[in-house]
């Protein structure tokens, strides 16, 4: 039987002394994925570490549960990465630019996705951008495609906004033009509906530090077969050759890269972090992701509710682009800033950005924890 709502909270201790509404800023780890990290450095100190080379061997396991959660195509499309910085760094500089080539992505993306484009400038890259956050509209995104187009980078939700851009739709538009379609899952994946076959995009980027619930450094990258073969690999290690299991024997000499991902990733993994993210996904199995998916969906409605009912304004009243779990609210004449470290003295957690107070709940927050957020902003006079 998958465990009830109450159950689950019991995986975060947390919970036990925190409101917490702030998973996109960091996820909290649920206790089998502390107990997971556990269990592997207790098994190296038994071992010796003498093996190691099956701590590789479970991480192909790991990599094809992240495919399946994900949608990809088959488990060879995933690469293991320490942040959605790096899998974006290994597209940017693994593509053969050249001048005159456009990069389009969207205003107030995460800096990641906006840093890494305007260092393309020396390749001679043109870095456009359509209007984001409560300005967005994919007509104004596709106006801006053209034949020099080579990118499109989009989060799967914003970051500041809680903006969900319709991704296969743009997808459609950048297979028009030839171009790739990179979508930075990070902020989402692990809480929303997302099948990366069904939306189409190229790379799909996922750092598990938020709604995946798993520490930094975990993460996990879908790269197609037809990006892969547009993408060199930017980073070389012992691990390059496609023989480098057999370490007694390693390659001397221009290495042999293997076909599938795991090319791109380098060297020594961040073992401790990927068996916490199996022990999610193996927690996220037995929820059933689709009702895990329904339920999110479900508390993000009821926090839309309560802040209206506080006072608040909402993007996700003004455009059909905000459904997602990251809930934005202006209340006029108060500073999100100012009110988001007011709720934080109340052991309530949620955050500002923009100018808007940012409410972010999971799966595992509920109606009590709503009560509570409802009674700390009238207390603190939000209504006006």
């Known amino acids: 039987m998958p465990p009830t709502w109450d159950e689950l909270r019991d995986q975060f201790p947390v919970l036990e002394r925190w409101t917490y509404l702030n998973t996109a800023t960091f996820g909290p780890l649920p206790r089998c994925a502390v107990e997971a990290v556990a269990r592997h450095f207790e098994a190296r100190n038994e071992t010796a570490s003498t093996d190691f080379l099956d701590w590789y061997t479970r991480l192909d396991g790991v990599r094809a549960k992240a495919a399946a959660f994900l949608g990809a195509e088959q488990p060879d499309d995933i690469a293991f990465a320490p ?3 790096t899998a974006l760094s290994w597209v940017l500089r693994g593509l053969d630019w050249r001048a005159g080539d456009e990069l389009l992505s969207l205003e107030d993306e995460f800096p990641n996705n906006i840093y890494a484009p305007e260092m393309l400038g020396d390749s001679g890259v043109k870095s456009v951008r359509a209007p984001g956050g409560e300005d967005f509209t994919p007509e104004a995104l596709f106006d801006r495609i053209s034949s020099r ?15 969900r851009p319709p991704l296969a ?17 990070t902020q989402g994946v692990g809480a929303i509906d997302f099948d990366a076959s069904a939306v189409g995009a ?3 980027v996922v750092h598990g530090y938020k709604w995946m619930l798993s520490p930094p450094g975990a993460g996990f990258v879908c790269l197609r077969a037809q990006a892969r073969e547009r993408i060199r690999p930017s980073v070389l290690s012992w691990r390059s050759h496609r023989t480098w299991r057999d370490v007694d024997r390693l390659h001397h000499g221009a290495p042999e890269l293997p076909e599938e991902a795991v090319r791109y990733e380098g060297g020594i993994l961040n073992f401790s972090g990927l068996f916490a993210m199996e022990a999610v996904l193996d927690l996220i199995a037995s929820i059933g992701k689709h009702r895990l998916f329904a339920r999110t969906t479900e508390i993000a409605e009821a926090t839309r509710r309560t802040l209206r009912d506080a006072g608040g304004r909402l993007a996700y009243d ?3 682009w905000f459904d997602s779990p990251v809930v934005t609210a202006r209340f006029e004449g108060i ?6 470290a007011e709720l934080k003295r109340r052991r309530v957690l949620t955050a500002a950005r923009k100018g808007a107070l940012r409410v972010s709940p999971h799966c595992f927050n509920n109606e009590e924890d709503l009560t509570v957020l409802k009674t700390a902003l009238a207390e603190i006079g939000t209504s006006r």
Not at 335 to 340: K, P, R, V
């Open 83 to 85: 942040s959605a910085g």
């Open 149 to 163: 187009t080579r990118l499109i980078l989009v989060s799967a939700v914003s970051y500041s906004t809680g903006l």
């Open 169 to 185: 739709r743009i997808a459609e538009a950048a297979r028009a033009v030839d171009a790739l379609f990179v979508v930075d899952g």
């Open 202 to 204: 190229d790379v799909v």
């Open 318 to 320: 003004d455009s059909p």
């Open 335 to 340: 500073d999100a800033s100012e009110l988001s």
